[in-house]
C-alpha cells in the first residue's frame, strides 16, 4: 500500500485504522493515546494487525455506510461475497449519556454463495515493546504481555477460535462477528446482539449527520469530513485531536514524525468554529468547558496543546524497536512542543468563544466563566504581543515576530471588544480598541514588504508564508485590499507547486520542506475564491479533492511529485479547511440562484 489508503472507525474515545483490503494496523485502546494494539502502519514486521485474507479470485471494495463511522469492505469473486461491517459501538443509553465502549466489533455479513477466509489475529500489545501472548479459552481469546507493564485484549467471536488464531480457513454459510474488547464481557456476545450495536451505531451516526444541513456542491464531501472531524473529538472531555495517529512522516525517509493524539489549541479550535457553523453545538460546547477547566488561575498562560485528559506534560520519547512508517524513523510518543510559546493560540481561542456567544448567546450556561476568561486572554495578550515565538508551524530553533503570531493577538483583542458588546461591558471597549489599533499598526508597518510586495513570514523578512493568507478569514483585511490581493499573487507565484503549496520555502530546523501541506493549499484556493478567482479556484479544489485516499480522507500533508498522502492521518486540520472551502463555494451557488430568481 503505497498511499494511506485507510478508513477511520471509531466512537469518541478511541479509533482504529483498516486498511483497503480490510486489515486491522493501528488503533489504541482503551483511548486515543493509549498505547498500540495494533501498530503494523509503524512497522509492517513486529507491529501487530488484524488481517482478514482471502484467495487470489477475489477482488476487495471499500466504501463508508452513508452519513455514518461504519466502514464496510466487500469480499467477492462473483459467486461467493461476503462484507466486513466494521466499527466502534457509540449510542445513546437509555439512562443518559452514551455507550462507547473500548472496542471493535467486526460484523461478518454473508452475502451469497460460500465464502472462504482466514483470520490472521496477531496483536502486539504495549507497542509491541515485548512479547505479546495469546491464549485460546473457553469463551474468549485473551492476548496478554508484561512488556513495559501488564497489559490483556480480549477477543470474542461466532468462528472456531482455533481456526482463528491458527489462521486456518473458516467457511462462511452465515453472519458472524469478531469483538475485540479491552475488557473482559459479562454477557457473553452474540451474532444476533452484535447486529444490534451495529444498527444502533447506524442510527446514532445518520441522527448525528442529519444536523448537518444539505448543500447544492460538494454534500458528499462536506458530510464525510463532518463525521471524521466527530470521530476525532473526545466525548470525555471535550478535547479535539489534530490526528489519530503518531508519527506518519511528513516525508518518507525523514525525521519530521511527530505524535499528534493530543489537543492543539489552535487546530481544535478551528475545527470547532467550522463544527459549530454545521450546527453541532455540542461539540463546541464541551471543548469550551474543556478550555474553562484548564484555566484555574486568571493569569495562568494557556499551553499551545494539552493531553486528551487535560494533562499537562507531554513528555516526548522515542520507540526505536519500531522501524516507523515505510522505514521512517524515529517512532515518537508525546510532543516536546508543548513547552512552546506560539502567541497566535490566544486570537484563535478568543475567536471561537466569540463565535460561540454570538451564535448561541441565550444558550450559553458558563457566560460568566467566558467573561473571565476574555478578561485573562486580553491581560496576557497585552502583557505579551510584542515578544517573539516560535509561530504556527513550531520552529524548534530561535524566536522570531512572526506575522501570524501578530495578526491573531490583534483577533484576541478584537474578538474581546466584540464580546465585551455582547455582555454591554462598556468601560472596557475603550481602553481595548486602543490595544487592537496599537497592534494593527504594528503589524502593517512592520510585515509589509515592498521589495516582494506581499506580508511575509515574519517581521524584516522576505519569506512568504501560507499562514499569511489567513489575515483575511480573520477579517484583518479586506480581500479585495490591493495588499492583500498582492500578497495572494506573490504566494501563487512563489509557494504553488503544480496546485500544491508549501508552507513556506525558507529552510527551518530539519531543512528545506519538501512536501504540501495540505490545511496550506485549502488557504489558499479560498484566497483565490474571495480575491474574485472563483473559477480558478474551484478548479484547484477539484483538483486537490482528487489527491484524497478511496474514501475521501486527507492527512497532512501530500507528496508533490507523486502526490501521495504523508504525514498523521486523518488530519482534523485538512478537513476542516475542506468543509471551509466547500461552504465558501456552495453559498456562492445559493446566492447566484437567489439572484437569478429576483431577476
Not at 168 to 195: C, Q, S, V
Not at 532 to 551: T, V
Request: aromatic share 12%; net charge neutral.
Amino acid at each position: 500500500m503505497d498511499n494511506l489508503n485507510y478508513g477511520i472507525i471509531g466512537n469518541c474515545r478511541s479509533a482504529a485504522l483498516i486498511s483497503e483490503t480490510g486489515s486491522l494496523d493501528w488503533c489504541c485502546l482503551p483511548e486515543f493515546d493509549s498505547s498500540s494494539v495494533f501498530a503494523k502502519i509503524l512497522d509492517e514486521k513486529i507491529g501487530g494487525s488484524f488481517e482478514i485474507q482471502v484467495g487470489d479470485g477475489y477482488t476487495v471494495k471499500q466504501r463508508y455506510k452513508k452519513h455514518t463511522a461504519v466502514l464496510i469492505t466487500r469480499f467477492s469473486d462473483g459467486e461467493n461475497t461476503f462484507e466486513l461491517h466494521d466499527f466502534m459501538p457509540r449510542y445513546h443509553k437509555e439512562g443518559g449519556g452514551y455507550n462507547a465502549p473500548p472496542e471493535i466489533v467486526r460484523y461478518v455479513k454473508h452475502i451469497s454463495g460460500r465464502p472462504v477466509f482466514k483470520a490472521h489475529y496477531d496483536p502486539k500489545l504495549e507497542y509491541a515493546l515485548g512479547k505479546t501472548e495469546t491464549f485460546v479459552k473457553r469463551n474468549f481469546v485473551v492476548s496478554l504481555t508484561h512488556a513495559e507493564k501488564f497489559d490483556t485484549v480480549f477477543l470474542y467471536t461466532s468462528f472456531n477460535k482455533n481456526a482463528v488464531v491458527e489462521g486456518r480457513d473458516i467457511e462462511l454459510k452465515k453472519d458472524g462477528f469478531f469483538l475485540l474488547g479491552y475488557n473482559e464481557k459479562i454477557f457473553l456476545p452474540t451474532t444476533r446482539k452484535m447486529y444490534l450495536e451495529l444498527e444502533r451505531t447506524k442510527v446514532y451516526w445518520l441522527n448525528w449527520s442529519s444536523k448537518t444541513p444539505n448543500y447544492k456542491k460538494y454534500n458528499a464531501q462536506i458530510s464525510r469530513s463532518a463525521v471524521t472531524l466527530k470521530l476525532l473529538s473526545y466525548n470525555k472531555t471535550g478535547a479535539v485531536l489534530a490526528a489519530a495517529t503518531t508519527s506518519l512522516p511528513e516525508t518518507i525517509g525523514e525525521v519530521r514524525n511527530w505524535d499528534y493524539r493530543f489537543c492543539w489549541i489552535r487546530d481544535a479550535s478551528m475545527v470547532i468554529k467550522v463544527i459549530s457553523e454545521l450546527g453541532h453545538k455540542n461539540v463546541a460546547k464541551r471543548y469550551l468547558q474543556f478550555i474553562i477547566d484548564l484555566i484555574p488561575d486568571k493569569d495562568e498562560k494557556l499551553q499551545i496543546m494539552y493531553g486528551i485528559n487535560k494533562e499537562k506534560t507531554l513528555t516526548e520519547e522515542t520507540l526505536d524497536h519500531l522501524s516507523g512508517y515505510k522505514g521512517s524513523k524515529p517512532v515518537r510518543i508525546g510532543n516536546a512542543a508543548y513547552q512552546q510559546r506560539q502567541n497566535d493560540i490566544y486570537g484563535i481561542l478568543m475567536d471561537v468563544i466569540y463565535e460561540q456567544l454570538a451564535k448561541f448567546s441565550t444558550d450559553v450556561e458558563n457566560g460568566e466563566e467566558l467573561w473571565g476568561l476574555t478578561k485573562g486572554i486580553v491581560w496576557i495578550v497585552a502583557k505579551h504581543w510584542q515578544e517573539a515565538d516560535k509561530g504556527i508551524w513550531e520552529f524548534r530553533a530561535e524566536d522570531r515576530h512572526f506575522t501570524f503570531s501578530k495578526v491573531l493577538c490583534w483577533v484576541a483583542i478584537d474578538r474581546a471588544v466584540k464580546i465585551a458588546r455582547i455582555f454591554r461591558k462598556t468601560r472596557k471597549i475603550e481602553k481595548w480598541t486602543k490595544l487592537e489599533q496599537e497592534i494593527k499598526e504594528d503589524i502593517l508597518k512592520h510585515s509589509w514588504n515592498t521589495e516582494v510586495n506581499a506580508f511575509t513570514q515574519s517581521y524584516g523578512s522576505a519569506h512568504l508564508d501560507a499562514s499569511v493568507l489567513l489575515m483575511e478569514s480573520y477579517g484583518f483585511i479586506h480581500a479585495k485590499d490591493p495588499k492583500f490581493v498582492s500578497t495572494v499573487r506573490a504566494i501563487e507565484d512563489n509557494l504553488c507547486n503544480d496546485g500544491l503549496l508549501y508552507r513556506y520555502k525558507n529552510e527551518d530546523d530539519f531543512g528545506l520542506p519538501s512536501s504540501s501541506f495540505t490545511i496550506c493549499t485549502f488557504w489558499f484556493i479560498n484566497s483565490l475564491f474571495k480575491i474574485g478567482e472563483e473559477e480558478k479556484a474551484m478548479r484547484h479544489f477539484d483538483k486537490l479533492l482528487s489527491y484524497s485516499n478511496h474514501l475521501g480522507l486527507f492527512s497532512e500533508d501530500i507528496d508533490f511529485k507523486t502526490k501521495r498522502l504523508l504525514g498523521n492521518f486523518p488530519q482534523a486540520y485538512s478537513h476542516l479547511a475542506l468543509i471551509e472551502c466547500a461552504l465558501n463555494f456552495s453559498r456562492k451557488e445559493s446566492e447566484e440562484v437567489i439572484m437569478e430568481s429576483i431577476r
